[in-house]
């Protein structure tokens, strides 16, 4: 439906499950489209001033304005096994009904899709997250293309390494991920990267040790599990061969070791 009311049908084009976006097609005799401009997720700074719009609760074009909170957040995917990487938390009010529509910056470029609230209510009273709009175009071009998204996927879980949980267990660097799981089959297990032999209770949480700890992934420093999500999932593609440094154990030498990557299943 247009502004004006006009209800036209649009053929789907394909849809990304992981990213929770999709793709339609419209006839463009059929009414007048002005494409609002995109811009570019990956320059997007907190404090910056933003706007949602939307129909919460029905009530179209409603624009409700606030501040980037924070970026490169990492949230759970609503439709696959999966989380969302380099997700936008905004602090302005997302009520069900905002979901699809965007996120603009203050020179009214479209930043990202609004897509989830975290709330104890249900409402507005919480954290709202929008899909940066670079992970959209990127789907975009590929069903487009395609018909179809396809993710890389290496086969293993990590978790972070901090200087204290390196200082309690004496790893050999401050920060990094540590690989916990490595699934059977995958391009990581036959690579030989190796996940946790023994598990730890440290402050509260249970940590996976004895794997290999990342460093590096296809060039760039690893400091964070969020960092080999981020990695995989916007930078890298299915058949790629790429290069993971790792310490053994976590306290061993660096080792450089190939993986061919696979394409990212429905679930991990």
């Known amino acids: ?24 097609k419209v006839d463009p005799r059929d009414h007048a489209l002005t494409p609002v401009p995109l811009g570019d997720s990956d320059d997007v700074v907190v404090g910056e001033p933003v706007a949602a719009i939307g129909s919460p ?34 602090d302005a009010p997302i009520n069900h009904g905002n979901s699809g529509g965007p996120l603009l910056d203050g020179r009214g470029r479209v930043i990202g899709i609004n897509a989830q ?17 670079n992970s959209a175009r990127r789907s975009m071009e590929q069903l487009i293309s395609t018909g179809k998204v396809a993710y890389a996927y290496i086969g293993i879980t990590t978790q972070d390494v901090t200087p204290a949980l390196a200082r309690e267990y004496g790893l050999a660097v401050s920060r990094g991920a540590l690989i916990e799981r490595v699934v059977a089959g995958k391009p990581a297990q036959r690579a030989g990267l190796r996940g946790s032999s023994k598990e730890e209770v440290f402050n509260g949480s249970t940590v996976g040790l004895g794997g290999d700890l990342i460093v590096a992934l296809d060039g760039r420093v690893v400091k964070s599990a969020d960092d080999v999500v981020r990695i995989v999932t916007d930078r890298l593609r299915p058949g790629q061969v790429v290069r993971v440094t790792v310490l053994r154990g976590g306290k061993g030498k660096r080792e450089t070791i190939s993986v061919r990557l696979a394409e990212r299943p429905l679930d991990p």
């Open 1 to 24: 439906m247009f502004e004006d009311g006009d209800r036209l049908p649009a053929a789907i084009i394909g849809w990304d499950l992981f990213d929770d976006t999709g793709v339609i």
């Open 57 to 90: 609760f029905g009530n179209s074009n409603s624009l409700a304005v606030g501040v980037v909170s924070a970026v490169s957040r990492s949230i759970p995917s609503l439709t696959s096994g999966f989380s969302v990487s380099n997700a936008i938390q905004i």
């Open 117 to 133: 609230i975290r709330s104890e209510s249900g409402n507005a009273e919480g954290v709202g997250f929008a899909i940066p709009i």
